[in-house]
């Protein structure tokens, strides 16, 4: 038998936080899956900051133009100016929950400048700002009696009528009714029912070798959305964080490009300034533009890395201001305030995502989707830096307002929802299985599908991803489910849809640059794939 809450959230990171708060507040029982501990998500890692508008000297046009610059033609205009306008008041409502931004001694606040800027105005909490946010929300949300945290719960499908047999996938008769979720810690899988269900899942930067980002980091929400027949826009539009750290044990550590706004500046390892060969702000470039930048240069060199130089930043100044970061630096054996470090590019944003409205409603009725799983418009072909958490505070308080419309009009729990069986499924005897294939995956994606891009790379990935999803797919049908494998399988249905994005766009625009297509065309389109229609 199927729990039933009024809304299903599926992550703990800022977007699913802010959207329980929300839906809490207005009084609706609200259950939140996170397949970790309710602190692990994208949000946490953030260091930069939440770029808004709260300074007289800076504007929302402004802002709006810094970010249609970045996107690269592909945003939509209405989106990005709803957001941005309705930053402030979110922000606002951030500090309500408890969220500390830094003040300077004037007691205003210390307002960061990031690449692709044109105004200091990212508000931050040192350089760990997604932390203190993640915080105050996880208090604000352990407060409220209406919210159920479901920690070590790690989504697996979502139940939808058509999954039901009730009618064709992607038909406006389907529906999402609840979703199946395994409980890492019992090894048992529950069925909650709802009539909204969000996603709010964050990236999937572990399709990648290299990557910025956390573990959980796994594209699941949008291999769900992708699996029930919701529409999945601009996948191709990959962002490579410019600058992570090199450490000698092969990890990759993020350095914030705020420490660039502050004045550090790359190096080749003849220690030649290079980014004002490549872009007239020069380290201040658009993310998209500096990451390929630092390739051209280690291909050019033949060198591994290039080098931050973050010495002229005061010494005394950036230690307190980067703390986190330095402390980082100087676990690796580095020390940032007094010598150059070693930096590469490593996967770190979706700008794509599933396809929403600026309410996240997707194409399939019931299921909404926020933060990075989501593709709003906001962002178009290259994220602008610190956008990220606007976007996601912004569309979380908006998408509840219509969440509370789908709940209205469907109060009653969905009958019928059938349990999980497992059938004659083993448990897994040759896991070997699962992580020779992660490990090919990841290197796969990696080497054709990064950061410079060709229509042969794209069709070998397709290829060898493909054989990889026969497998998983076979191993999934014939064992029962476990996180690694879960995990395998949604990062292997976005590897695929990364790739039938970029095979769709013949042009090179903002984060997707490809050999065959070097030119951008005169009218930005979006690429977008959804399932057919038919049956399950």
């Known amino acids: 038998m199927a729990t039933h809450f009024e809304a299903i959230i599926v992550g703990s990171g800022i977007g699913g936080l802010s959207f329980a708060l929300n839906l809490a507040r207005a009084g609706r029982s609200v259950a939140i899956v996170t397949k970790k501990t309710s602190s692990e998500s994208n949000t946490n890692w953030a260091q930069g900051g939440i770029a808004c508008v709260t300074d007289q000297t800076d504007d929302f046009a402004s802002h709006v133009q810094d970010t249609l610059t970045a996107g690269d033609g592909l945003c939509d205009l209405a989106a990005v100016r709803h957001i941005i306008e309705a930053g402030p008041a979110r922000v606002a409502e951030l500090i309500a929950w408890g969220v500390e931004f830094e003040n300077g001694a004037d007691g205003r606040p210390d307002l960061g400048r990031e690449g692709g800027h044109s105004r200091r105005r990212i508000l931050h ?91 959980i980091a796994t594209g699941d929400g949008i291999a769900m959305a992708y699996r029930a027949g919701a529409e999945v826009r601009d996948m191709e539009m990959v962002q490579f964080h410019p600058t992570a750290l090199k450490a000698p044990d092969g990890g990759r550590a993020l350095i914030s490009e705020a420490v660039r706004g502050e004045g550090a500046v790359l190096l080749d390892l003849s220690r030649r300034a290079f980014m004002k060969d490549f872009h007239p702000l020069g380290d201040l470039a658009p993310r998209d533009i500096v990451a390929r930048a630092i390739d051209s240069v280690m291909k050019r060199d033949g060198v591994p890395h290039v080098l931050l130089d973050a ?97 209205a009009r469907h109060p009653a729990p969905p009958a019928g929802l059938p349990a999980w069986i497992d059938g004659a499924a083993g448990d897994p005897d040759e896991r070997v299985v699962l992580t020779h294939n992660w490990d090919e995956l990841r290197r796969t994606m990696w080497d054709y599908v990064g950061i410079v891009r060709s229509t042969k790379r794209l069709q070998r990935a397709r290829t060898r991803i493909g054989t990889l ?25 976005v590897a695929e849809l990364i790739i039938d994005c970029a095979l769709q766009r013949r042009e090179s625009r903002g984060l997707h640059f490809t050999l065959d297509y070097p030119a951008k065309q005169t009218e930005a389109r979006h690429t977008s794939v959804r399932r057919p229609q038919g049956r399950p």
């Open 311 to 407: 010495t002229q930043v005061a010494s005394g100044h950036l230690p307190e201001r980067f703390p986190h970061i330095y402390e980082t630096c100087r676990k690796a054996g580095f020390d940032l305030a007094h010598e150059p470090v070693p930096v590469v590019p490593a996967a770190h944003y979706l700008c794509g995502g599933v396809a929403t409205d600026l309410h996240g409603r997707t194409s399939l009725p019931g299921l909404f989707a926020v933060g990075e799983a989501a593709c709003t418009g906001l962002h178009g072909a290259n994220r602008l830096a610190s956008n990220s958490l606007l976007e996601a505070v912004v569309l979380a308080h908006d998408g509840a307002a219509a969440a509370e419309g789908e709940i």
């Open 469 to 493: 999803g026969d497998e998983i797919r076979e191993y999934y049908w014939n064992f029962r489910v476990e996180p690694r494998l879960l995990e395998l399988r949604n990062l292997i249905q």
């Open 125 to 215: 909490a040192r350089d760990m700002t997604g932390r203190a946010i993640e915080s105050a929300l996880l208090r604000a949300v352990a407060a409220s009696p209406r919210v159920t945290m479901l920690e070590h719960h790690l989504a697996i499908d979502l139940i939808t009528r058509a999954k039901l047999g009730a009618c064709p996938v992607g038909t406006p008769e389907d529906r999402v009714l609840g979703i199946h979720v395994l409980d890492t810690r019992a090894a048992r899988v529950e069925t909650l029912s709802a009539a909204v269900v969000v996603l709010a899942t964050g990236g999937m930067g572990q399709v990648y070798q290299f990557t910025t980002n956390p573990d």
